[in-house]
């Protein structure tokens, strides 16, 4: 999956974006809105938690370096003749805990960060406008872009994203 940004200008036209795409069987759950703080959205699909801040990006990094610093931790105490013979279980023991450990903790500081993705768009957020997140299968990605700039040449296209986590 990819996301597609676009900025509207106002709400009637992301009303008129989020029809079009529902009606080009881009699903609900796919589409993410994103205003200035207090701006009523009234039946667009708001962005959620996991859209505004940067918890998935942390977390898929604390989990592959904790998991990584578990790893190496492991293999230095398999390597270290303390007496105690530790086998292939230490390392994956280690390398699980590192896991967790670092994913539960970058994922506690990505929490409280905003989405770097969505940081260009700020100034355009604060002074009005509307940003569109759409998240499409990659062989649609220039179709949905197509679609929007021919029925809103007004909206402008903030770019895609190379890949999105599968889960939020």
């Given at each position: 999956m990819?996301?597609?940004?676009?900025?509207?200008?106002?709400?009637?036209?992301?009303?008129?974006?989020?029809?079009?795409?529902?009606?080009?069987?881009?699903?609900?759950?796919?589409?993410?809105?994103?205003a200035k703080r207090g701006t009523p959205l009234e039946n667009l699909p708001e962005a959620t938690?996991?859209?505004k801040s940067?918890?998935?990006?942390?977390?898929?990094?604390?989990?592959?370096?904790?998991?990584?610093?578990g790893m190496l931790a492991g293999l230095v105490a398999v390597t270290l003749p303390i007496g105690?013979?530790?086998?292939?279980?230490?390392?994956?023991a280690t390398s699980m805990a590192g896991a967790g450990v670092g994913g539960l903790l970058s994922s506690m500081v990505?929490?409280?960060?905003?989405?770097?993705?969505?940081?260009?768009?700020?100034?355009?957020?604060e002074n009005g406008q509307f940003l569109i997140m759409i998240d499409v299968p990659r062989q649609r990605v220039e179709e949905i872009e197509?679609?929007?700039?021919?029925?809103?040449?007004?909206?402008?296209?903030?770019?895609?994203?190379p890949t999105i986590p599968p889960f939020p």
């Amino acid at each position: 999956m990819r996301r597609i940004y676009f900025l509207a200008p106002d709400i009637k036209v992301s009303k008129k974006i989020v029809d079009e795409l529902l009606l080009a069987r881009v699903e609900e759950r796919h589409i993410h809105v994103l205003a200035k703080r207090g701006t009523p959205l009234e039946n667009l699909p708001e962005a959620t938690y996991l859209q505004k801040s940067d918890f998935i990006p942390a977390l898929e990094r604390g989990v592959t370096l904790g998991g990584l610093t578990g790893m190496l931790a492991g293999l230095v105490a398999v390597t270290l003749p303390i007496g105690v013979v530790l086998g292939g279980g230490a390392v994956l023991a280690t390398s699980m805990a590192g896991a967790g450990v670092g994913g539960l903790l970058s994922s506690m500081v990505g929490s409280s960060i905003g989405n770097r993705q969505i940081q260009q768009f700020a100034e355009a957020i604060e002074n009005g406008q509307f940003l569109i997140m759409i998240d499409v299968p990659r062989q649609r990605v220039e179709e949905i872009e197509a679609l929007v700039k021919k029925h809103h040449p007004e909206a402008d296209c903030g770019g895609t994203e190379p890949t999105i986590p599968p889960f939020p």
